[in-house]
């Protein structure tokens, strides 16, 4: 009798694993030969996806790109109408993705970036004045115009400083928030360092500024920024179950991972010699061919064996070497 029940229960496990193993195979809301990308309007941001969007087309994939502030981005990505983010700045973005992380709306598959920056900058003057923490800036308030220069309104680095503002850490809670745009901030940084006037702003890296700008990041608030002076991991981001129902191209985005030194060389081939984020791309590729095997041929969590063109034919990585005329 004993031996009959488990047999039972044995063909009950089985029957329920074939049935999830064929659901598994079927059931989801993802189409897998094409994929879909939210770009808030940061250059950075813009050459790893339109790099990204450029490689998966040469392997057989559909790509599509929607531009938008990163809270839109979030939301129309947890709606499953967006399926990829290669943006998610940590810890900066921690409470903006706090609340899909509680439903379990997104997935974070991989960090793209490490070590890099994301905190309050000043130029290397003011610095050299005395102002080396976040908690020095009050004592200068008049100096500063009592502003903090951000990017487009709805960034994490932007909230980030709304949030010490807030709670009035290191005073600086009469302190202003003067929101504009990545461009629009660097060009106030470039027009007060002509007259080497004082202003605090948001800097991060990779990015050309560190390049084009002799800046110095702030110490200090680790509980918004993070520790050693705001040090960062960006994550590549999509809706939950995405990548496992899309293998391949989950296998490709837990691959992408860029350098700090890789990324500040593509954007300063687009902020100082006029390139478009897409052939800055390509000429870092060029340049290092290396990251071409990287990003296809290494096995992972997804699937084993690197990754292949969209329809499971050939190796991606000979399809887009060849097209970068390697």
């Known amino acids: 009798m004993k031996h009959s029940r488990l047999a039972t229960l044995a063909a009950a496990v089985t029957l329920s694993l074939g049935s999830a193993t064929s659901a598994a195979e079927t059931d989801h809301d993802f189409n897998c030969d094409s994929v879909h990308f939210g770009q808030p309007n940061w ?7 339109d790099t990204a969007t450029w490689m998966l087309e040469q392997i057989g994939y559909e790509t599509e790109t929607t531009k938008g502030s990163l809270p839109i981005v979030y939301q129309t990505m947890a709606d499953r109408e967006i399926d990829v983010l ?31 920056r994301y905190t309050v900058a000043v130029p290397d003057y003011v610095y050299e004045a005395g102002v080396k923490s976040i908690a020095d800036l009050d004592e200068h308030k008049e100096k500063f115009g009592g502003e903090i220069y951000g990017i ?8 980030t400083i709304k949030k010490m503002i807030e709670d009035d850490y290191a ?12 461009p629009g901030m660097l060009s106030e940084v470039s027009n007060r360092e002509r007259d080497e006037e004082w202003i605090a702003f948001l800097g991060w890296a990779p990015h050309p500024m560190n390049i084009n700008h002799d800046l110095e990041y702030l110490a200090g608030g680790e509980d918004y920024w993070g520790p050693n002076k705001g040090e960062v991991i960006v994550n590549t981001v999509t809706p939950t179950g995405f990548a496992w129902a899309c293998q391949n191209a989950g296998q490709f985005l837990d691959n ?14 687009v902020n100082n010699d006029d390139m478009e984020p897409l052939e800055a791309g ?4 060029r340049e290092n061919p290396e990251m071409v095997e990287r990003w296809f041929g290494r096995s992972g969590v ?25």
Do not use: C, H
């Open 282 to 285: 390509k000429k870092v590729i």
């Open 152 to 159: 487009e309104p709805g960034s994490g680095g932007n909230g």
């Open 171 to 182: 005073g600086l809670g009469d302190w202003e928030l003067v929101a504009s745009s990545e």
């Open 43 to 49: 250059t950075g941001v813009s050459i790893k996806t």
């Open 86 to 116: 290669l943006a998610q700045w940590m810890p900066s973005q921690r409470e903006q993705y706090r609340e899909f992380g509680i439903k379990g709306s997104l997935d974070i598959i991989s960090p793209n970036l490490v070590g890099g």
């Open 256 to 269: 992408y991972d860029w350098t700090v030194e890789e990324q500040s060389l593509a954007m300063g081939y």
């Open 302 to 326: 997804y699937q084993t064996g690197g990754v292949k063109t969209a329809d499971g034919e050939n190796n991606a990585e000979d399809e887009v070497t060849e097209a970068l005329g390697l």
